[in-house]
């Protein structure tokens, strides 16, 4: 993280979340963005333990199950086990004195805990539970526990006591900020938007976008696990219909590997990259350089790609659809969800026209990165947020202490 801390007094904060930043690979990779984001700028953030406490044995056994297991069910068990684990956690933090407990994601590690009174409680995730299952997001995913569905009542129950209890809510898009207040009866001065960033060292400066026309190559990409999910089916008619029309679209695919079905010799594809390999990172910023957009109609919470492709100028065409951060006409285009091929060819067609409303396109995305998505932009207005209800606590705090859950 490049930008500099603030100057005024340093917090204390306790950050919790049910994986350790030190995993790169977790939450892909949000989880260790944000815990650095908020020690450059705050001061001391101490990583709260992930273990649970009397219940440890619990945690381990299911550590020894399939992923797939572990993934669905062990949120759930640990929201279960809450009132054991947070005795523990809430012990510990009371010695510890902390100014804030920030939460990330895992929603379910601030369930039933005790705080200080001048602690402040502070959270962030791309999405929640309930928010998520009731959402176009959710329903293209379904479910593979069908008798977690039962367990849905509860798991609102708990998501309102501890949303309402929270200080400061961070959501990173006006779609879960909105379904948020909506769901859980949020106040709008506690649930606050403020954007992520991206997954990746951006480039200080950027050459001259790349030169677009229907006598010039177009490269098209897709970054991102799941082929499907990604939207990489469509992305990949949208280059043969292009093609038909006589462009030159090829299209190079980073993060997972397409059907046959879905491979030409114009389809380029990494199945993986590691960025922390310079070789494989090399290969990764080339492709943000050299793309004419980001063509991914995906179904998600968010999608730090978009925030990436604004750090290389590489406007991105998607769907609207879930928490995305394209800002229709000002680092893409965020079609309607029914959009298809030809809505996306037509897209893309008109910007070959119009090489100088590209131009004005990919300097707008880099803008949109510079002042929206990006780490800093982010921590800035957290710390800020912090700072004062911090403040304002520290002016009115209680004599006793208050169950987290309980707050309102």
Same mark, same amino acid.
């Given at each position: 993280?490049?930008?500099?801390?603030?100057?005024?007094?340093?917090?204390?904060?306790?950050?919790?979340?049910?994986?350790?930043?030190?995993?790169?690979?977790?939450?892909?990779?949000?989880?260790?963005?944000?815990?650095?984001?908020?020690?450059?700028?705050?001061?001391?953030?101490?990583?709260?333990?992930?273990?649970?406490?009397?219940?440890?044995?619990?945690?381990?056994?299911?550590?020894?199950?399939?992923?797939?297991?572990?993934?669905?069910?062990? +949120?759930?068990?640990?929201?279960?086990?809450?009132?054991?684990?947070?005795?523990?956690?809430?012990?510990?933090?009371?010695?510890?004195?902390?100014?804030?407990?920030?939460?990330?994601?895992?929603?379910?590690?601030?369930?039933?805990?005790?705080?200080?009174?001048?602690?402040?409680?502070?959270?962030?995730?791309?999405?929640?539970?309930?928010?998520?299952?009731?959402?176009?997001?959710?329903?293209?995913?379904?479910?593979?526990?069908?008798?977690?569905?039962?367990?849905?009542?509860?798991?609102?129950?708990?998501?309102?006591?501890?949303?309402?209890?929270?200080?400061?809510?961070?959501?990173?898009?006006?779609?879960?900020?909105?379904?948020?207040?909506?769901?859980?009866?949020?106040?709008?001065?506690?649930?606050?938007?403020?954007?992520?960033?991206?997954?990746?060292?951006?480039?200080?400066?950027?050459?001259?976008?790349?030169?677009?026309?229907?006598?010039?190559?177009?490269?098209?990409?897709?970054?991102?696990?799941? +082929?499907?999910?990604?939207?990489?089916?469509?992305?990949?008619?949208?280059?043969?219909?292009?093609?038909?029309?006589?462009?030159?679209?090829?299209?190079?695919?980073?993060?997972?590997?397409?059907?046959?079905?879905?491979?030409?010799?114009?389809?380029?594809?990494?199945?993986?990259?590691?960025?922390?390999?310079?070789?494989?990172?090399?290969?990764?910023?080339?492709?943000?350089?050299?793309?004419?957009?980001?063509?991914?109609?995906?179904?998600?919470?968010?999608?730090?790609?978009?925030?990436?492709?604004?750090?290389?100028?590489?406007?991105?065409?998607?769907?609207?659809?879930?928490?995305?951060?394209?800002?229709?006409?000002?680092?893409?285009?965020?079609?309607?969800?029914?959009?298809?091929?030809?809505?996306?060819?037509?897209?893309?067609?008109?910007?070959?026209?119009?090489?100088?409303?590209?131009?004005?396109?990919?300097?707008?995305?880099?803008?949109?990165?510079?002042?929206?998505?990006?780490?800093?932009?982010?921590?800035?207005?957290?710390?800020?947020?912090?700072?004062?209800?911090?403040?304002?606590?520290?002016?009115?705090?209680?004599?006793?202490?208050?169950?987290?859950?309980?707050?309102?």
């Amino acid at each position: 993280m490049a930008g500099p801390r603030d100057e005024a007094r340093e917090l204390r904060i306790g950050y919790l979340c049910d994986h350790d930043p030190a995993d790169r690979g977790a939450y892909s990779g949000g989880n260790t963005r944000i815990y650095d984001a908020l020690r450059a700028h705050v001061g001391q953030v101490d990583v709260l333990p992930q273990h649970w406490f009397a219940a440890e044995p619990v945690r381990r056994a299911i550590r020894a199950t399939p992923y797939r297991i572990q993934l669905r069910a062990g +949120w759930r068990l640990q929201l279960a086990l809450a009132p054991v684990i947070a005795r523990g956690l809430s012990e510990l933090i009371a010695r510890e004195r902390y100014d804030v407990v920030f939460g990330a994601y895992s929603f379910h590690s601030l369930a039933h805990l005790r705080l200080p009174p001048s602690t402040v409680l502070a959270f962030t995730s791309d999405a929640t539970p309930t928010t998520y299952r009731e959402s176009k997001v959710g329903a293209a995913f379904g479910s593979y526990l069908g008798l977690s569905r039962h367990l849905d009542p509860w798991i609102l129950r708990q998501e309102i006591r501890v949303f309402r209890s929270a200080d400061l809510l961070f959501w990173p898009s006006d779609w879960l900020n909105d379904a948020a207040r909506r769901r859980y009866g949020l106040d709008p001065e506690r649930s606050r938007t403020v954007p992520w960033g991206a997954n990746i060292q951006a480039p200080a400066t950027l050459p001259e976008p790349p030169a677009i026309g229907r006598d010039l190559p177009l490269r098209l990409l897709v970054i991102g696990r799941d +082929w499907v999910a990604k939207g990489g089916p469509v992305a990949f008619e949208v280059m043969q219909a292009l093609r038909a029309r006589g462009v030159d679209a090829r299209l190079t695919v980073i993060g997972t590997t397409p059907p046959d079905a879905h491979r030409t010799e114009h389809v380029t594809v990494h199945s993986y990259l590691k960025k922390s390999n310079p070789e494989e990172l090399a290969i990764f910023e080339a492709a943000l350089h050299d793309a004419h957009f980001l063509l991914q109609p995906s179904v998600e919470s968010y999608g730090f790609a978009f925030c990436e492709a604004s750090a290389y100028g590489l406007p991105s065409l998607c769907r609207k659809v879930g928490g995305i951060p394209v800002t229709d006409g000002v680092n893409g285009h965020a079609l309607p969800p029914g959009a298809g091929v030809e809505d996306f060819a037509a897209q893309i067609v008109h910007y070959l026209d119009d090489p100088a409303a590209y131009r004005e396109l990919s300097l707008r995305s880099r803008r949109e990165y510079e002042t929206r998505l990006n780490w800093d932009a982010w921590a800035r207005t957290v710390t800020d947020a912090l700072r004062r209800k911090v403040a304002e606590r520290a002016g009115a705090a209680p004599s006793a202490e208050r169950p987290a859950s309980s707050r309102t």
